[in-house]
């Protein structure tokens, strides 16, 4: 059984910073792209960024310059830092991890999978 538990939001102002983590529980073996994407009230969800296995990254024109992506395979963690946020960041933040493998036998696949949401509320 393999999950993705999300972790760090809450409430913070314009112009702080928080960071979002991502842990994929569970015994894997391998784990390919992480991805972090919001969906905020009466709004489509939208990737915010993505970050292969091999550490290529791209993020959303929104974020870019105020967030970053990096994961820690050992931790089979990803997490998002979160700088100069503003009220239009707020959302439900969702981690996405694609092509999963678990370490027991048999080998099983997951071609993707979806964490449960993490709230971040920027207000003054």
């Known amino acids: 059984q393999v999950r993705l538990v999300e972790s760090g939001g809450g409430l913070a102002q314009p112009g702080d910073s928080l960071r979002l983590s991502c842990l994929a529980d569970?015994?894997?073996?391998?784990?390919?792209?992480m991805s972090w994407y919001r969906q905020s009230l009466g709004s489509l969800r939208e990737r915010v960024a993505r970050?292969?296995?091999?550490?290529?990254?791209d993020y959303a024109d929104s974020v870019k310059g105020r967030f970053t992506i990096t994961r820690a395979d050992h931790k089979r963690t990803v997490y998002l830092q979160m700088n100069d946020l503003e009220p239009e960041d707020t959302a439900v933040y969702y981690c996405?991890?694609?092509?999963?493998?678990?370490?027991?036998?048999?080998?099983?696949?997951?071609?993707?999978?979806w964490g449960q949401g993490t709230l971040v509320t920027i207000a003054s």
């Open positions: 569970g015994n894997i073996a391998s784990i390919g792209a």
């Open positions: 996405y991890a694609e092509e999963i493998t678990t370490a027991t036998m048999p080998r099983t696949a997951y071609p993707a999978l």
């Open positions: 970050i292969t296995s091999g550490g290529i990254i």
